[in-house]
């Protein structure tokens, strides 16, 4: 079982961190993906990371202010955001699983093939 925390409601330009947590599931053994639903958009994929380098993707749209990172003594990943604007507001879900093909889906393989998913967390961005 997943759970992302650590959503809340915060200035443009400030920061969150957002942990994902598991119990009953080893996150080392697994990609882990981060992804956000804003009210009436489909889901995006947003920052992953693999398990077996840690090498990480992120989407073009957060691509220097987002860092997904992975805590194993903990088994728990993070994703810090910083400079935060309102179109990140959204519910922030985690995700965990084998991942997709390289092939077909090149270096964002890691945001498919989850087979864990996490209820959701919520940001908030204020103008």
């Known amino acids: 079982q997943l759970q992302a925390s650590g959503g809340g409601l915060v200035q443009t330009g400030g920061s969150l961190r957002l942990p994902c947590a598991a119990s009953g599931l080893t996150l080392e053994h697994y990609a882990i993906g981060w992804f956000r639903q804003a009210p009436g958009k489909e889901r995006e994929g947003v920052s992953c990371?693999?398990?077996?380098?840690?090498?990480?993707y992120d989407a073009e749209s957060v691509k220097g202010r987002f860092t997904i990172s992975r805590d194993n003594a903990k088994n728990t990943v993070y994703l810090q955001m910083d400079s935060l604007k309102p179109e990140d507001t959204a519910v922030y879900y985690c995700?965990?699983?084998?991942?997709?093909?390289?092939?077909?889906?090149?270096?964002?393989?890691?945001?498919?093939?989850?087979?864990?998913w996490g209820q959701g967390t919520e940001v908030t961005v204020s103008s």
């Open positions: 995700a965990a699983g084998l991942g997709g093909s390289p092939g077909l889906y090149g270096s964002s393989w890691c945001l498919h093939g989850m087979d864990y």
């Open positions: 990371i693999s398990s077996s380098d840690s090498s990480t």
